[in-house]
């Protein structure tokens, strides 16, 4: 089996602002992708490996594995501020109760299929060891984060077949900088609206007027119907070209939301709310088998583990000022365009038993937009 991206693959395609895709009115950061959050770090490690028919346990292989640091130090010394919020509970994560109580992430988030959670968060587990000997000893255990969806019409999950290498490779390849999207790590398998889905990223950029604070998120994007895609607007998935769609109408999708806004835990869980109304944007109705996660941090006002004093002062952005507003809408509008970008940057994947997950087809879709007014 080979670890790899399909870097040249996902460079033919496009983001959503290359085709003049514009969503709402605020700019995006440098890199338009999570990493505009000073700090925010994102690794990949892809899994391809074998065609033809399903063995179980060795393949067809196409799956992965996604790190999101919060920053480049020690988490579980230097923990941030976070929520969660589930959408629809038909999923698997790890670590959401410990952050709902106690407004803390400790750990990177890692995303992966379905199957592989319990492996992904050992190998989570194991890595922070390693680099807090005291953990389970002389302190606190960890509450490792992992989040996923399902891959199992292209891939062998049964196989689970990302381990402690895999994790660890994500994990240490992480980066600030430009994102790879579509079918990279955790979303190598993915679909979306009955096309090649996957992970998908984008920013935006609050005016100096609001304190020039960014909002990035990052998504894997498994989720919805054909016939409901729309994009800024236009119901596009009614009349895009495609075979009979057999890809799972259900699916999944994993947000995670960065900002460098000073937010306390419980305004983290508003953020993290508004996510939805990026996801409803494109056509996601959430369906009774989909498992929808929401995962929400602040790099501002780290937290130490063993805290000096028994109390600590910190700055906060007021609930009734503006600047909670204007973050909302940077939320709503990087969520919808991460979809697109998840869309358009994923190429075609075959997968086992001959499975297709066809690329968006972005001819066809330029022309529909174009018919609905939404480009020139």
Not at 43 to 68: D, E, F, K, M, Y
Not at 101 to 118: A, F, M, Y
Not at 130 to 157: A, F, K, Q, W
């Amino acid at each position: 089996m080979s670890d790899r991206t399909w870097s040249q693959a996902v460079h033919q395609r496009c983001h959503a602002r290359e085709l003049g895709i514009l969503v709402g009115e605020l700019d995006s950061g440098h890199c338009n992708a999570i990493t505009d959050v000073p700090g925010v770090r994102v690794g990949h490690c892809t899994l391809i490996a074998g065609s033809g028919a399903l063995v179980p346990g060795q393949g067809p292989v196409r799956t992965g594995v996604t790190a999101v640091l919060p920053h480049g130090g020690n988490v579980f010394r230097e923990k941030v501020a976070a929520s969660a919020h589930v959408i629809n509970g038909f999923g698997k994560c790890t670590g959401l109760p410990q952050i709902m109580e106690l407004g803390t992430l400790e750990t990177p988030i890692l995303l992966t299929n379905t199957l592989s959670v319990g492996q992904v968060a050992d190998a989570l587990v194991q890595w922070s060891v390693e680099r807090n000997g005291d953990i389970g000893v002389t302190t606190s255990t960890v509450n490792p984060v992992v989040g996923e969806c399902n891959d199992g019409y292209l891939n062998d999950i049964q196989g689970r077949h990302v381990h402690l290498k895999q994790v660890y490779a994500a994990l240490n390849s992480a980066c600030d900088g430009p994102v790879e999207e579509g079918s990279v790590g955790a979303g190598t398998g993915m679909s979306a609206f009955g096309f090649k889905g996957g992970v998908g990223t984008a920013s935006r950029q609050l005016p100096v007027s609001l304190g020039a604070y960014a909002v990035g998120v990052l998504l894997v994007a498994n989720f919805g119907r054909r016939r409901d895609l729309m994009v800024l607007g236009g119901p596009v998935g009614r009349e895009l070209p495609s075979p009979q769609e057999t890809v799972s109408r259900d699916g999944s999708v994993m947000v995670v939301v960065a900002t460098d806004a000073p937010l306390a835990p419980h305004q983290l869980s508003r953020i993290a709310r508004r996510a939805v109304h990026g996801l409803a944007r494109t056509g996601s109705v959430a369906t009774h088998g989909s498992g929808d996660f929401v995962l929400a941090f602040s790099t501002t006002n780290r937290i130490a583990h063993q805290p000096s004093a028994l109390t600590r002062c910190l700055e906060l952005i007021e609930d009734n000022g503006p600047v909670l507003n204007g973050l909302f809408y940077a939320v709503i509008e990087s969520t919808e365009e991460a979809v697109y970008n998840a869309l358009l940057r994923a190429e075609t994947v075959e997968g086992r038993d001959g499975h297709v997950a066809e690329a968006l087809p972005i001819a066809a879709l330029e022309e529909l937009l174009r018919r609905y007014g939404r480009l020139p």
